[in-house]
């Protein structure tokens, strides 16, 4: 039987690929659900090319557009609201969570309470609220797939481990197109320079995440809340290849990587199809054409983003949902070159410093503080 699957933020960069997937192997999926937040002309190009059952798009002007525009029979719905009221009364097969930031958080509970299976793409969701999401997971039995390449090649290492014989759980970073800048050299880069990855091809603000750290601070927290480990086992290692894409450390040291191009099509592909592993049009490994890996200690005397992203997993509480918001603000301010990149760290510890910690959040204390950060930090720029 064909999968049924919803893909959440289906004109992004993840989102793209996953549509390409599905394309590729018409006899193993059918598309159900695609949403995107504004960007009205490509999703209007998808429904018309896939059929979906339904189109969710936030932007009211979007919305209008396409359902002025549509053709064929998809049922084109709008707002937040919608979409998680469909992945509650519908049967997906899986989910897959596409979307960016803190956005992703209620479509993922809605397709937690309802049992679905989840590929998760998305950081923000873990976080902000990592927390009630494990809660809501043991409630429900759902289950989360991960989707980003590093959390992926853990989950796999991890198969038919037991998760407390591990004695560290090691993330590659790529480091980004600043690996190796002192501060002051930071100080000067510009908004090209930084979304020039090089390595990854994503979308722009993974990529400003990436060229800051933060988007490892991130997976450091994801990793915490997806494999319920401490976080004094949990480790990065700069490795400019990006070829290996993470290490588990066992108790024996015996270690086991998951190897494999730069491309976020393997990681997609192994969500869709769990737990079948399935021949895939991914490109292959040619080890003696890379020739050699190297690895080295990230800088987090430079790379401050990381420091933020250990206190979040000490502290606990609404402390990543400040550290998500607070960056959210602080990279859309450098896009719009509001700012240097220096100052998106100084925004994120003010941030940090000034909005109350909260011990043990509630889903709406979460969303109150979320808008209270947004509201802070771009009182700052």
Known sequence: MKKRIAILGSTGSIGTQALKIVKEFPDKFELNLISANSNDKLLLK?????????????????????KKNIRGNPSI??????????????NYDVVLIAIVG????????????????????NKETLVVGGEIISSLLKKYKSTIIPVDSEHSAIFQCLQGEDINRV??????????????????RLG?????????????????????????????????????????????????????????????????????????QPSMYIPI?????????NKSYAPKLNLTEIGSLNF???????????????????????????????NEVAVDSFLREKINFLEMASIIEKSLEKITFVKNPTLEDLLEIDLKTRVFARSII
């Open 102 to 121: 803190f956005a992703a958080l209620l479509p993922t509970i809605s397709a937690i309470k309802s049992n679905k299976k989840i590929a998760l793409a």
């Open 296 to 326: 080295e200690e990230p800088n987090k005397n430079v790379f401050k983003h990381l420091n933020f992203a250990y206190e979040a997993i000490k502290a606990g509480g609404s402390y990543g949902c400040v550290l998500n918001a607070a």
């Open 77 to 90: 719905h709008h707002g937040a609201g919608s979409l998680c009221q469909l992945i509650e009364n519908n």
């Open 167 to 184: 004695e560290n759980i090691i993330l590659t970073a790529s480091g980004g197109p600043f690996r190796g800048f002192d501060l002051e």
């Open 188 to 260: 000067s880069v510009s908004k090209k320079e930084a979304l020039n990855h090089p390595n990854w091809s994503m979308g722009n603000k993974i990529t400003i995440d990436s060229a800051t750290l933060m988007n490892k601070g991130f997976e450091l927290i994801e990793t915490k809340w997806l494999f319920d480990v401490p976080f004094n086992k949990i480790k990065v290692l700069v490795h400019p290849e990006s070829i290996i894409h993470s290490l588990v450390e066992f108790i024996d040291h015996s270690v086991i990587a998951q190897l494999g």
């Open 269 to 277: 592909f192994y969500a869709l199809n769990h737990p079948v592993r």
């Open 46 to 66: 998808q429904a018309v090319e896939f059929q979906p059952n339904d189109v969710v798009i936030n932007s009211e002007e979007g919305y209008k557009n396409i």
